[in-house]
Structure formats: structure tokens, C-alpha cells
């Protein structure tokens, strides 16, 4: 567990090219002026104008991804408990916002969609399925993290690219765009599917 810290001072986790591994140092904030009896001449001024608001931050968080939940899933359960409550349980980060993949993305050991069909297409989403990836690693962990959580976590999702047989490439890899135009079947089942 990290150190509790007095009021005043940060912690600084430092890894670097000269070998530093995670190393930790506690600092105390310091006024202008000693950083500059110290003879730093750089120096970053922050001001915070509580008057001003240019948008709302609605939390922090992370993303679901294949491979963060394969890995999380790869450790020994209480660890990978202890992960979970690490980065989303009140005493943790309380990470409250989770972005989940819709179908593979550029962080899953490989290409799939929600409704790969070998050819033809599927505009009634007949073939629409959740993936092994989503059964045995991403759910059980968001279902861990929304538990420890205490409900208080909000989820989106977001997909990387539509179905092979939506694409003017008839592919997932490389540039392809939703075939047709916007009132047509591509686009209306793209949506179908965005929200299944």
C-alpha cells in the first residue's frame, strides 16, 4: 500500500532510461522562491480560477479493453481482486467511468466484431453475438468493478470499426468506409448495432 502523506507533500514515482524502477520520493510543495534559492531555472506556474469554469469533469477512469481484463484475469484472484478494488473501491483511485469496446479493438489479441458472417450481410443482426473475450474476461471484471464500486460507476461503449460486410473494403483491417448513405440499411443497421 502506498504511504499515507502529510498535508503538504506528494509523492513522486519515477521510472526512468538510467534504471529508476518505480522508485518513490516525497517531496513538500515549495513557493517560487525556493525553487529558486535552489537554482532551478525552470519552473511551471499553475493558476486555478475556481470562477471560471470552462467544462464540467464528470470523473476519471479507464477502459475494459481485452487486454487490460485478460491480464487483470491472468492474475491470481486476490490479486486481481485487489487490482479491481485498487483502481475502483472508495479507499482506491475510485475510478468511476469505464469505457467498454464494443467488439475487438486495437487492444485484443485479434479482429472480431459482434456479428462476423463469412459473407453476405445481416441487417436484422440474426448473427449478433458477444464474443468469448466479453464472457470470460471483460464482464466478470466490470461486474467486479461495479460491486466494489458500490454502484457508482457509469459505462460507455465505443466501437473500433463496423462488421466486415458493412465496409466498402469488405474488411476489418485497413481504410474502408459504412457502405451506402446515411437513411440507408448500412447506416441504420450500424446503429442497431451500436446500441444492442
Known amino acids: 500500500d502506498p504511504p499515507k502523506l502529510q498535508k503538504g507533500f506528494i509523492t513522486i514515482v519515477e521510472t526512468t532510461k538510467q534504471g529508476k524502477r518505480f522508485s518513490t520520493s516525497t517531496v513538500a510543495f515549495q513557493n517560487k522562491s525556493n525553487f529558486d534559492k535552489h537554482g532551478l531555472e525552470r519552473y511551471v506556474d499553475i493558476t486555478i480560477n475556481r470562477e471560471k469554469e470552462y467544462q464540467t469533469i464528470i470523473g476519471f477512469g479507464g477502459a475494459f479493453t481485452d487486454a487490460a481484463t ?17 483502481y475502483f473501491a472508495e479507499d482506491g483511485l475510485e475510478y468511476n467511468i469505464g469505457r467498454i469496446p464494443i467488439g475487438g479493438s486495437d487492444f485484443s489479441t485479434r479482429m472480431y466484431t459482434y456479428d462476423d458472417i ?68 448500412y447506416y441504420k443497421t450500424w446503429a442497431s448495432y451500436a446500441v444492442k
Open 118 to 185: 463469412s459473407n453476405g450481410t445481416d441487417f436484422e443482426l440474426k448473427h449478433f453475438k458477444l464474443a468469448e473475450e466479453d464472457i470470460k474476461f471483460k464482464i466478470p471484471i466490470i461486474k467486479s468493478a461495479i460491486s466494489v464500486a458500490a454502484g457508482k460507476i457509469s459505462l460507455f461503449g465505443s466501437a473500433w470499426g463496423p462488421p466486415a460486410w458493412m465496409k466498402t473494403n469488405n474488411g476489418t483491417k485497413g481504410v474502408g468506409k459504412l457502405k451506402g448513405s446515411v437513411d440507408g440499411p
Open 70 to 86: 485478460i491480464n487483470i484475469k491472468s492474475l491470481p484472484e486476490h490479486l486481481s481482486q485487489r487490482l479491481v478494488k485498487d
